[in-house]
Nanobody, 116 residues
Framework: QVRLVESGGGWVQPGESLTLSCATS????????IAWVRQAPGKGLEWVST??????TYLDSVKGRFTISRDNAKNTVFLQMNSLEPDDTAEYFC???????????WGQGTRVSVSF
């Protein structure tokens, strides 16, 4: 059974940092792209970042502040988030992408709140 479990969310003040983790199981981790997608309160889903294993891509508004990485030995993906802004407040989801690059399996999400 494929599982993705996010952790590391919380409340921080603007300018502070958080690192999200996504622990996965049930599939050959290094074969697949993994994405982080977020949903701000009252808004739609927004892609944040993807790791292919050889390349990382980012939403323009997080470039230079967020870093995605993966540990293939631990089947885990991380999202290091620095200089957090109130607009980063959202539920963050880790997503396994399928063989046609679709969002295939979602984690349960972890909430990030950025405010004074």
């Amino acid at each position: 059974q494929v599982r993705l479990v996010e952790s590391g969310g919380g409340w921080v003040q603007p300018g502070e940092s958080l690192t999200l983790s996504c622990a996965t199981s049930g599939f050959t981790f290094h074969w697949y792209w993994i994405a982080w997608v977020r949903q701000a309160p009252g808004k739609g889903l927004e892609w944040v970042s993807t790791t292919t294993g050889t390349e990382e891509t980012y939403l323009d508004s997080v470039k230079g502040r967020f870093t995605i990485s993966r540990d293939n030995a631990k089947n885990t993906v991380f999202l290091q988030m620095n200089s957090l802004e109130p607009d980063d407040t959202a539920e963050y989801f880790c997503v396994k992408m399928g063989s046609h690059y679709e969002y295939e399996i979602w984690g349960q999400g972890t909430r990030v709140s950025v405010s004074f």
